[in-house]
Nanobody, 119 residues
C-alpha cells in the first residue's frame, strides 16, 4: 500500500510564493511519475505539473514560468514551488503517484492541501 501526504499549503497574498511537499511511503515501485493536480470549488480537478523519475517535467500552460516541480527519488518526495501566485491559483492541491502501464498503471492520491491566494 502506498500513502501520500501533502504539506505546505496555506494562505498567501497575490504575488506571493508557497512550496508544497508530498512524501510517499509504503511499498513503492520506484519507476513512477509523480505530479500535482488541483481542484477549485465547482471545477474539475486539473493537472498542474508532473515529473518522471528521470526528471522529465510537464506543466499546465497556466502555471508555466511560475511553478516548478521537482523530486527527491531517494525520499519518494515531490515538491511544487509556486511563485507569483494569483487568486486563480486558489484550490485544493493533490499529489498523485502513477505506476507505468507495464506495472499495472496504479494511481495513488494524497488527501490534498489547501492553497488560498487573496488579492
Amino acid at each position: 500500500q502506498v500513502q501520500l501526504v501533502e504539506s505546505g499549503g496555506g494562505s498567501v497574498q497575490s504575488g506571493g510564493s508557497l512550496r508544497l511537499s508530498c512524501a510517499g511511503s509504503g511499498s513503492i515501485f520506484s519507476t513512477n511519475t509523480m505530479g500535482w493536480y488541483r481542484q477549485a470549488p465547482g471545477k474539475q480537478r486539473e493537472l498542474v505539473a508532473t515529473i518522471t523519475r528521470g526528471g522529465r517535467t510537464n506543466y499546465a500552460d497556466s502555471v508555466k514560468g511560475r511553478f516548478t516541480i521537482s523530486r527527491d527519488n531517494a525520499k519518494n518526495t515531490v515538491f511544487l514551488q509556486m511563485n507569483s501566485l494569483t487568486p486563480e491559483d486558489t484550490a485544493a492541491y493533490y499529489c498523485k503517484m502513477t505506476y507505468p502501464d507495464y506495472y499495472g498503471g496504479n494511481e495513488f492520491w494524497g488527501q490534498g492541501t489547501q492553497v488560498t491566494v487573496s488579492s
